[in-house]
């Protein structure tokens, strides 16, 4: 079992950041790759970034590449999202992932644990 405790969210105006954190514990031996992915009312989960542990590289969806950037500590097994000049269309449940598999990891099936969902609220 793998569980994940996300924090971070919250409610911001227009230009400000946040950072999200997400905190693996359990059996982490399993976990090669952690994510992001997001949902807002109506609509799909959309992937923003990954990382993968064993090589530490990192994936970012092109709709947030320059804005988005995941990070980790290893020592803590904490993965990071970084979000810069949000904007009210960042507005959304943010949700941490992790997964067995190195491949797809833009595909929420890939992924088999998640956290509870973060509400991240950007307002003008």
């Known amino acids: 079992q793998v569980q994940l405790a996300e924090s971070g969210g919250g409610s911001v105006q227009a230009g400000d950041s946040l950072r999200l954190s997400c905190a693996a514990s359990?059996?982490?031996?399993?976990?090669?790759?952690m994510g992001w992915f997001r949902q807002a009312p109506g609509k799909e989960r959309e992937f923003l970034a990954a990382?993968?542990?064993?090589?530490?590289?990192?994936y970012h969806a092109d709709s947030v590449k320059g804005r988005f950037t995941i990070s980790r500590d290893n020592a803590k097994y904490t993965v990071y999202l970084r979000m810069n000049v949000l904007v009210p269309e960042d507005t959304a449940v943010y949700y941490c992932?992790?997964?067995?598999?190195?491949?797809?990891?833009?595909?929420?099936?890939?992924?088999?644990?998640w956290g509870q969902g973060t509400q991240v609220t950007v307002s003008s």
């Open positions: 992932a992790a997964g067995g598999a190195y491949w797809d990891y833009d595909q929420a099936r890939t992924y088999d644990y």
């Open positions: 359990g059996r982490t031996f399993s976990i090669s790759r």
């Open positions: 990382f993968t542990w064993s090589s530490g590289r990192t």
